[in-house]
């Protein structure tokens, strides 16, 4: 509204004559996105191993050798959101970091997921 009375000053001062009815401009409605996010936080991904059970951290060549810097550890953001349409929770899992860490001394970890 303020910008159509500022655009009318200044054809007035100019000069110019309107050729008919100065143009209206419809509200927009609101653009509502169906999920929002309610909480978010970061997870370690664990990976399972016959021996030892669940570690945080895997292996990225075949060879293991503990001390050396050839382990991973991945993180992901963990959110869980709300649809405003249904009322339904869901959780979103976004793969975010990889870390390359020094192989501990514990037990042997399984090798490295092949990631696309």
Not at 12 to 26: E, H, M, Q, S
Not at 49 to 54: E, F, I
Not at 83 to 105: A, H, K, M, W
């Amino acid at each position: 509204m303020r910008a159509r009375a500022v655009l009318a000053a200044t054809a007035l001062a100019c000069g110019i004559a309107w050729a008919g009815p100065p143009p209206v401009i419809a509200p927009r409605s609101p653009i509502i996105a169906p999920w929002v996010t309610t909480s978010c936080w970061v997870d370690r991904r664990w990976f399972e191993t016959l021996r030892s059970g669940p570690v945080d951290y895997c292996k990225r060549s075949l060879r293991y050798r503990p001390g050396k810097i050839d382990c991973l550890m991945f993180t992901d953001e963990v959110c869980w959101a709300v649809n405003q349409e249904t009322g339904d929770y869901q959780q979103f899992r976004t793969p975010s970091l990889e870390t390359l860490i020094l192989c501990p001394d514990g037990p042997e970890p399984p090798t490295c997921p092949r990631l696309r």
